[in-house]
């Protein structure tokens, strides 16, 4: 078995059953051993929701009306409150964006992360003391053992997220989650976590999930990106493919609509218009509304075009493509 | 059709029965609630085979019917009368505190906590010993014991407000306290205020009864339901029904004002107001 | 009429904050001058807790500083008492990060917009232009704020603080909540609407990428000081003190053929007590000698930029 996470034709709605509103409609995604998946979008596109449904994380009102996730051999929709248990903290390790809200601000990081490990791996938190100092050590946290005391709050913003990252790897998962992970620090404290993932990810067979909407972040870390807007994913393939030779006019335009790091002041590429909101999806392909090579076959719904290593969903020939214009 | 909010209409409509009565009770009642009718003393509700009228008469005959919704006049114009006066004063100290914060606000903030920490049906009684016990002035010392709620309340919604960008916005294009205040602040202030009022009613009515019961509240001859409820303690065992009406009104009364706060707390925050700032 | 728009002079915000029963204060904005003419966008980058959001609304006159001048086009506003000072809001004007905190959420758009006008006493009929100018569709007037997307409420926020006609438009992250897609937009509908009207624009930003394409200078700061500040094309292009280029370096690659191996940043910033001997960087400074942490480093100048540095 070659994947860790496989994502088939998920649709996920929202709202009542009378009136529902659907927020991803038929989203497939794999990510291989080993391999570490960036799943970008702005908002509207389903991004998150797709990943936090598939964990069953999204909240009482949203529900998978179609599709399978598996998880290594196990098959997360529709699957009991004792299987996610286990899946979560144990094959599964979650990062989310804010580091406050996701830490427990009346307990010590040390008892946390042990806490983690005696969820699945059961004994005593004092008896995991060792690994809670040798994890901690891992995710470049300096003075382990005193900074194991500590309380969230007496912890930087970038301290916080290594201690949650640890959390999201005490019990070595298969597979780690990360929802905006660098999003809410400072560009130098990004810089610093960003190594701590990108080291995590590189060592063993562990894969990952980032979902982002900072294409920076996907250019250092990811091996593979997917595309989402308007509840589906529209582009799919190796990174240096999807930087260098787009083939999604919106993937096109979004890579070009980037600031670069260059001196002299000048206008940006940008892409008229905005993503539409869940409910308001136009018929047939969803960006023709703002694509500069939209033509009225793009009225009905665009086939899905393969290419060696990816796909694209697109009425466009998948011959050779624009560069992107910087 | 959408089901009407029962829990808002309920104590709206039995509030304002029971405020309509009482302020009609003359038009209503032909007896006199002061007359006395020293043949009919005591005696029970026709309902009950006795000889009383609707609600029955008390110790000096008169009628309890008349003297209920004669009490209902005092008890609730005090308790309204006052609730209104701690609002209005509580929120101009607390729009004091909340917008020109600093040395004013702690002031403010600090003389509420001590004003807490004293006993205030004590207060109240010393107070009635020396000013007396007209009903203005029981008015305005009961003001005096519900202020510190709505200011508490107005300098936290202020304080918040006063940090949020588009009045800052407001500022920077040169607007005058007096616009950010009453164009920003008050609009989203008074909606809360409303809340604590509803409250405050109930509590006051409390207090007033309290008062009366005790003897230094509204004097008798003029009925209230405090010294209703008082008269009758002695006849508990032989003529009840003269402790149970009033006292019906007052849990009916103070039930519908928390009832009526709850709900009205409910609607704020469904439109998005601040519902913390009252817990 | 001086083309200087804004002229602040050491400025100086300290906070006093009770640690463990002893008062001790607290250096937000240390000893800043800084300059920005008509026409012209001066950036100020930096990371949370470097002061930059309070210089900027002590710069547009909407926060107190303790000691220090502002100007604005040559006017000293910074002594002015209230009554005085709201005839000069006018010039100039501040567009907020979050749109909709930006927007009071009871009214219409055409009555936000007229709002400036209506408090200085002006006529309000100029307000529906006020949307052509940033490209939205005048129908937009008549609906409330939480039925327009972000990128809509920014240009409104925009429209605002054009209402005016400020010299002097101080911008708190502007883009920063807004969808990437949408950023680009409304940093060129900036740069339009600055070449048409000429105010010059104080912009406060924590991405340098962004800031590289719209700035034409830039001042760095850190824990309250500006560190290094010139002609934007010059920081860009060679960095020189060691705080800006761990900031440069830290910028995530623009593509993966471009992922290249970090300086390490060290540690965490200090937390900036007022009284603190020496340069606040040291503790984190790759360069650090003995002299940075006696000494507070001057600006000087090099090649047409500032840096306060002791070893630039």
């Known amino acids: ?326 | 059709m959408r089901t009407p909010d029962l829990r808002f209409w309920t104590p709206v409509t039995v509030l304002a029965v029971v405020v309509t009565a009482c302020l009609l009770g003359p038009a209503l009642v032909d007896a006199d609630p002061i007359a006395q009718d020293l043949g009919n003393r005591l005696e029970a509700p026709t309902w009950l085979g006795g000889n009383g009228g609707l609600l029955g008469t008390d110790s000096f005959g008169r009628d309890l019917l008349a003297r209920t919704l004669a009490g209902g006049r005092v008890s609730l114009a005090v308790g309204f009368g006052a609730a209104t006066g701690a609002v209005v004063l509580g929120v101009l100290l607390g729009l004091l505190a909340g917008y020109r914060g600093g040395r004013l606000d702690r002031a403010i903030m600090t003389g509420a906590d001590i004003w807490l920490a004293f006993p205030f049906l004590v207060l109240a009684l010393a107070a009635v010993a020396v000013v007396g016990s007209d009903i203005p002035v029981l008015i305005a010392l009961l003001t005096l014991g519900g202020w510190v709620l709505p200011t508490r309340v107005t300098r936290t919604v202020v304080h918040r407000l006063r940090g949020e960008d588009y009045v800052v916005a407001a500022t920077g294009a040169g607007a005058s306290d007096r616009y950010v205040v009453l164009k920003h602040l008050l609009p989203q202030v008074l909606p809360v205020t409303l809340v604590v009022w509803s409250f405050t009613v109930g509590t006051l009515v409390v207090i007033e009864s309290s008062l009366s019961f005790l003897g230094l509240g509204v004097r008798p001859p003029t009925p209230s339901w405090g010294n209703l409820i008082s008269d009758g303690t002695v006849y508990l065992e032989t003529a009840w029904w003269i402790i149970a009406w009033p006292s019906i009104m007052i849990a009916l009364t103070v039930l519908c004002a928390n009832t009526l706060g709850t709900a009205l707390r409910r609607r704020l925050s469904g439109a998005g107001l601040d519902p913390e700032v009252l817990s | 009429m001086s083309s200087t728009v804004l002229e602040v002079r050491n400025a100086r915000k300290t906070y006093d904050v009770t640690r463990s029963r002893r008062t001790e204060r607290l250096v937000a904005v240390d000893d800043v001058t800084l300059r920005v003419e008509a026409g012209e966008t001066v950036a100020l980058v930096g990371e949370s807790g470097c002061g930059k959001s309070t210089f900027a609304r002590a710069a547009a006159m909407l926060a107190p500083l303790d000691e220090g001048e502002v100007r604005w086009s040559g006017e000293l506003v910074s002594g002015l008492r209230r009554r005085q000072l709201r005839t000069h809001r006018p010039h100039t004007q501040l567009v907020f990060q979050d749109p909709a905190a930006a927007l009071s959420p009871r009214m219409r758009i055409e009555e936000i917009l007229a709002e400036p006008l209506h408090i200085q006493g002006r006529g309000v009929e100029g307000a529906a232009d006020l949307l052509d100018a940033v490209g939205l569709d005048r129908s937009l007037g008549r609906r409330l704020p939480r039925e327009l997307s972000g990128g809509q409420r920014q240009r409104v926020v925009i429209a605002r603080a054009l209402a005016l006609q400020p010299r002097l438009l101080v911008l708190d992250e502007p883009v920063a909540s807004l969808d990437v897609s949408v950023q680009a937009q409304v940093l060129n509908l900036l740069s339009d609407l600055q070449a048409e009207r000429g105010f010059g624009a104080l912009l406060i930003a924590h991405d340098l990428a962004v800031v590289s394409s719209v700035a034409d200078r830039i001042g760095v700061m850190y824990l309250g000081r500006i560190v290094e500040e010139g002609p934007a094309e010059e920081i860009i292009a060679n960095p020189r003190h060691p705080y800006t280029r761990m900031l440069v370096s830290a910028v995530p690659a623009f593509s993966p053929s471009e992922r290249r191996d970090r300086v390490p940043v060290a540690g965490d910033p200090v937390t900036p007590w007022a009284g603190l001997p020496g340069c606040t960087f040291a503790s984190r400074c790759p360069a650090v000698t003995s002299l940075c942490h006696d000494r507070v480093p001057e600006p000087r100048p090099h090649a047409g930029v500032r840096v306060a540095c002791h070893h630039a």
């Open chain 1, 1 to 326: 078995m070659s994947h860790t996470l496989v994502i088939d034709d998920l649709w996920i709605e929202a709202g009542t059953p009378e009136r529902p509103q659907v927020l991803v409609r038929g989203a497939s995604l794999t990510v291989p051993r080993g391999g570490v998946v960036g799943l970008v979008g702005e908002s509207g596109s389903g991004k998150t929701v797709t990943c936090m449904s598939s964990l069953g994380l999204a909240g009482s009102g949203v529900r998978i009306t179609r599709g399978s996730v598996r998880l290594l051999d196990t098959e997360l929709v529709g699957a009991d409150a004792a299987t996610m248990s286990r899946v979560r903290g144990g094959v599964v390790g979650t990062v989310f964006q804010d580091p406050l809200s996701s830490l427990n601000p009346l307990q010590r990081i040390g008892t946390q992360i042990a806490e983690a490990i005696v969820l699945h791996r059961g004994g005593r938190a004092a008896q995991h003391r060792a690994r809670v100092v040798e994890l901690l050590a891992s995710v470049g946290v300096p003075g382990p053992e005193q900074r194991m005391r500590a309380y969230p709050h007496e912890l930087s913003g970038g301290l916080r997220q290594r201690v949650a990252i640890a959390i999201a790897l005490a019990n070595e998962p298969a597979l780690l989650v990360a929802d905006e992970p660098t999003t809410a620090l400072d560009v130098t404290v990004q810089a610093q976590v960003l190594e701590v993932i990108r080291a995590a990810t590189r060592s063993q067979e562990r894969s990952a999930l980032i979902v982002t909407h900072d294409f920076g972040l996907v250019a250092e870390i990811a091996d593979r990106v997917a595309v989402m807007y308007a509840g589906q994913i529209v582009e799919e393939g190796p990174v240096d493919e999807i930087f260098d030779s787009p083939r999604h006019p919106y993937t096109r335009g979004l890579l070009a609509s980037r600031p670069t790091l260059e001196p002299g002041r000048r206008r940006l590429a940008a892409m008229p218009g905005r993503p539409p909101a869940p409910g308001q999806w136009p018929d047939g392909c969803s960006f023709a509304a703002r694509c500069a090579s939209a033509t009225p076959q793009c009225g009905e719904a665009p086939p899905v075009r393969t290419t060696p290593n990816g796909w694209s969903r697109c009425w466009l020939p998948a011959g050779p493509t624009l560069e992107v214009v910087r």
